[in-house]
């Protein structure tokens, strides 16, 4: 607050200098309407299988020329012009509507924890709370967490992470699962059920990796390597 306060009046003062009145352009802004949330999901997208979608801008391409893209097989089959004027087909069977929004690449999430996710919003963790906020309360906490790990919670905070994900465009993930000697193979078995689960929705690669060395006999690092050894195999 002592930092932002003065850098505040100064660009009020700023734009002042330029015949801009903060002021009032806050004022305006307070007074407009609010806009409509956004549509539901449900209401976006059809149900069942894709097959056209109609009247999308598409990257690189003139912002003023909709068009239609076909899809078969899983694949885009076939992009036209998008017609104005002819009979609107949105009502049909695999149909998207576009209403003028862009087509863009899926995105990939490259690094995503699938075991460890949502714990802190999670009831059955709600105990573990944050007061620190350091590295080693970090892992204290997370280690709490993992000795109560079971397939149930596992499988429900990562099929809401998938969804989540799906919802906002991801089609591939690389999911990190722990293997060690508090949860032996409990979260591999549970990324494995959710990336068979998905397997028609998004591209799940499971990564099993070892939090504890792997290289240390006071660690109990032999045990490590033989549980990351089983898991590979």
Request: charged fraction near 25%; charge should be neutral; hydrophobic fraction near 35%.
């Amino acid at each position: 607050m002592y930092i932002i306060q003065p850098q505040i009046d100064h660009g009020a003062e700023y734009l002042a200098a330029s015949g801009i009145n903060l002021d009032t352009g806050i004022a305006k802004i307070q007074s407009t309407k609010p806009r409509a949330p956004p549509p539901r999901y449900s209401d976006v997208y059809p149900s069942g299988r894709l097959q056209k979608i109609v009247g999308v801008r598409l990257p690189r391409k003139p912002p003023s020329t909709l068009w239609d893209v076909s899809i078969g097989d899983g694949k885009i089959s076939a992009i036209e012009p998008h017609a104005l004027g002819h009979p609107d087909i949105s009502h049909l069977p695999g149909v998207l509507h576009a209403s003028k929004r862009l087509l863009a690449p899926s995105l990939c999430h490259a690094h995503i924890h699938l075991d460890k996710c949502f714990l802190l919003q999670d009831p059955k963790f709600g105990d573990l709370e944050i007061e620190k906020g350091d590295f080693r309360e970090a892992m204290v906490l997370t280690s709490k967490a993992k000795s109560r790990f079971e397939e149930s919670d596992l499988l429900r905070r990562g099929r809401q992470l998938i969804q989540e994900s799906i919802q906002y465009g991801v089609t591939a993930m690389r999911a990190f699962v722990e293997v060690d000697r508090e949860v032996e193979f409990k979260c591999l078995e549970s990324g494995l059920k959710l990336k068979q689960e998905f397997e028609d929705k998004c591209k799940i690669q499971i990564c099993a990796f070892a939090q504890l060395p792997l290289f240390s006999g006071g660690d109990g690092g032999d045990e490590i390597r033989k549980l990351i050894t089983d898991a590979a195999s």
